[in-house]
């Protein structure tokens, strides 16, 4: 349907189709357990966005089949046809957070910058919140609403940040996947009571190593 849609240039109709006809196989059955509804919401614009940006590449069929592949996990999810399934939803939150990042960094930054900016915030707002919600051993909505919150403030903090260097945007989008995998896993040891000093500074030499590398490889280009 995702394919049929950009084959069609995203034309209104086959689009309506592509929103309902998506929305309608997720949904099933009705009105029961949408425990993955808010990545559901955000994989939907993320892969219109994501499909604009590849229908005339040779990336067209990988990103069909990779948006595929996590609207299949994020039905599964819902369903209950995995045993694993926080890590299953952590895997597609994290493909659909790259996602974000590289189509936020590849927009043009002169127009819409802060409609953009707020959308990829709310977006890993929703997308931590969802998280927490499955891998919560008890339920602490309160608890686990404000450390998403806390969350997107990072990542909102970090993005900004990123947003102002001289990069390319893959290098910008692979250094917002490593914050955002570290902080993940700081707040998977914190809801699971694993968190000690030498899981700290492990986790901060494997982000500086890794964000090292991710500098040295970029291309620097200062523009005035």
């Not at 993955?36 to 229908?55: C, H, K, N, S």
């Not at 040779?58 to 996990?73: C, E, R, S």
């Given at each position: 349907m995702l394919a049929w849609t950009a084959?069609?240039?995203f034309s209104l109709f086959p689009l309506f189709l592509f929103i309902l006809g998506s929305t309608a196989i997720y949904a099933r059955p009705l009105f029961q357990n949408y425990s993955?509804?808010?990545?559901?919401?955000?994989?939907?614009?993320?892969?219109?966005?994501?499909?604009?940006?590849?229908?005339k590449s040779?990336?067209?069929?990988?990103?069909?089949?990779?948006?595929?592949?996590?609207?299949?996990?994020l039905a599964g999810i819902k369903n209950y046809h995995f045993i694993k399934r926080s890590r299953l939803y952590y895997l597609a939150a994290i493909l659909i957070f790259?996602?974000?990042y590289i189509e936020f960094f590849l927009s043009d930054k002169?127009?819409?910058f802060l409609l953009k900016y707020g959308a990829a915030i709310f977006a890993s707002f929703l997308l931590f919140r969802e998280w927490l919600k499955l891998i919560s051993a008890f339920s602490f909505p309160k608890r686990e609403l404000l450390a998403a919150g806390v969350a997107a403030f990072l990542v909102a903090q970090l993005l900004w940040a990123a947003?102002?260097?001289?990069?390319?945007?893959?290098?910008?989008?692979?250094?917002?996947?490593?914050?955002?995998?570290?902080?993940?896993?700081f707040l998977f040891k914190h809801?699971?009571?694993?968190?000690?000093?030498?899981?700290?500074?492990?986790h901060l030499v494997f982000f500086l190593i890794l964000?090292?590398?991710?500098?040295?490889?970029s291309s620097w280009a200062l523009t005035i």
């Open positions: 084959v069609w240039d993955t509804g808010y990545a559901f919401l955000v994989l939907l614009p993320a892969a219109i966005l994501g499909m604009r940006i590849l229908e040779i990336l067209f069929w990988p990103g069909i089949f990779l948006y595929a592949f996590i609207f299949y996990l790259y996602s974000i002169s127009e819409w947003a102002l260097l001289p990069v390319g945007f893959i290098s910008s989008a692979n250094l917002m996947l490593l914050f955002t995998f570290a902080l993940a896993d809801f699971t009571g694993g968190i000690s000093r030498e899981f700290l500074i492990q964000a090292g590398l991710i500098f040295w490889s």
